[in-house]
Each structure stands twice: as structure tokens, then as C-alpha cells.
């Protein structure tokens, strides 16, 4: 999916900023840069997805049409300078979700589905895009690191354009993908119970009429 601005870090959150916001209610405070020269140094960075404990962090760094996946670390009182996620740095990768608890994380990638095959083609913007489409992946949290990812069911992968993934408590899974009516963004929850996905129903807000993007649900 191709950046078309602009993108930094910024922290509205207590814990990274604490003046004031002019004008604003008591408690709110100014949003900040994150971590500038470590962290928010590049043109273009996206979608930070940090552990529970706050102390881990990954994100997506690139260009208008290419990004990668890098993981910082807070050690004492300082972050690490980011590297490439174990999981990343060959394909197009981006937009990394956190389970509320953890224990695993969601994120966008244009890799092959099948292992040889091409990266995946996306379809945005009315156009088609070789290469630069998106599935949802995943991978777990183990005693050393990280599981290889594997790929999310089809009846959440239904297209190669698929976007945006956030995750609620109890697994639910929340994500973008256009209409196929309109071609338009939608926003989509996979309701997970008994160990699976059920079939993704759109938003009751997102009718496909306008463009829907980036769902960000409170766990």
C-alpha cells in the first residue's frame, strides 16, 4: 500500500509528554515527537505497536511504496537504535498489531502466499498495484522470540488488498479492505470464537459509500 505523506511518531500519552496542550482541558498534554534521531528520524514512519509492559516497540519505516518492520527497545530510560524485525526485511511489510495481552502479533505483508510464488498485487485507489498488496500474517510470541509468520485464514485474507489489522481482547479482529461494489476502503470486524474467525461482517458505519480506513478499537 503506497504512503502518500509525511508520516512520524508522535506521543500524546503522559508517559512521553507532559506540557500542557494550550488551550486544552486540564490533564491533556501535547503531543510530542517520539524519540527523535532514534525512533522518528526517517520520512516516513507508521503504526508503532508496543508491548504491555511499554518497553518494546515495532513499527514500519520506508518510502512512498516500500517499508519494513524494525523493533526498538527501552533499556533504563533510553530506546535502542531499531532493528529489522526477525520477521521482516524482505518483503513489503508494514502496519504491526499487538494483541492486547502479547502473546502474538498481526501484521500487513505483500509476501507470497504460496512458498516461490510473487508478491501479492493489490488493488486501491482504482488502480491496480504489482506487488503491493497486503495480507494479514502472524506471528506468536515463543520462550526465544518469535514464531515464523504464517498467514490468516482465507476467510479473513478474502482479497490481496487487506489492510489496517487491530485486535480486540477477546481476538476479535478488526481491518480494512475495499468494497466490492464501490472499490472504496471498508472497515470489517472477524468476530474470533471457538478458536477461529467467523465470516468478517463490515462496520455498521462503514457502508462502503466513502472511503473507511485504519481502525483503531479499544480492546
Known amino acids: 500500500m503506497r504512503i502518500t505523506k509525511p508520516l512520524c511518531f508522535v506521543a500524546a500519552l503522559s508517559a512521553f509528554a507532559s506540557l500542557p496542550a494550550a488551550g486544552a482541558p486540564a490533564g491533556v498534554v ?18 508503532p505497536a508496543f508491548t504491555p509492559d511499554g518497553r518494546t516497540v515495532f ?32 518483503w513489503n511489510d508494514m502496519e ?21 510464488g510473487k508478491s501479492i498485487d493489490g488493488v486501491f485507489n482504482g488502480k491496480r498495484h504489482p506487488g503491493h498488496g497486503g495480507n494479514l500474517w502472524r506471528v506468536d510470541r515463543t520462550a526465544t522470540g ?21 485486535i480486540a481482547r477477546d481476538g476479535s479482529l478488526y481491518f ?22 467467523l465470516a468478517p461482517v463490515p462496520l455498521p458505519f462503514s457502508t462502503g459509500a466513502s472511503t473507511d480506513v485504519d481502525p483503531a478499537v479499544d480492546p
Not at 499487538?98 to 505483500?110: E, K, N, Q
Open 30 to 47: 501535547a503531543p510530542t515527537v517520539f524519540e527523535p534521531g532514534i525512533i522518528s528520524c526517517a520520512p516516513h514512519e507508521a503504526a
Open 59 to 90: 513499527f514500519q519505516r520506508g518510502n512512498p511504496s516500500e517499508a519494513t518492520i524494525l523493533v526498538s527497545h527501552r533499556e533504563g530510560g533510553d530506546w535502542s537504535q531499531p532493528t529489522i524485525a526477525p520477521f521482516s526485511g524482505r
Open 96 to 116: 504491526p498489531a499487538m494483541a492486547p495481552d502479547g502473546s502474538y502479533l498481526i501484521f500487513v505483508s505483500s509476501r507470497p502466499i504460496v512458498p516461490g
Open 176 to 197: 480494512m479492505h475495499p468494497d466490492k461494489t464501490t472499490g472504496r476502503f471498508r472497515l470489517y470486524r472477524a468476530q474470533w470464537r471457538d478458536g477461529r474467525y
Open 146 to 166: 518469535w514464531s515464523k509468520p504464517y498467514r490468516l485464514p482465507e476467510i479473513v485474507n478474502s482479497s490481496t488488498t487487506t489492510f489496517s489489522p487491530s
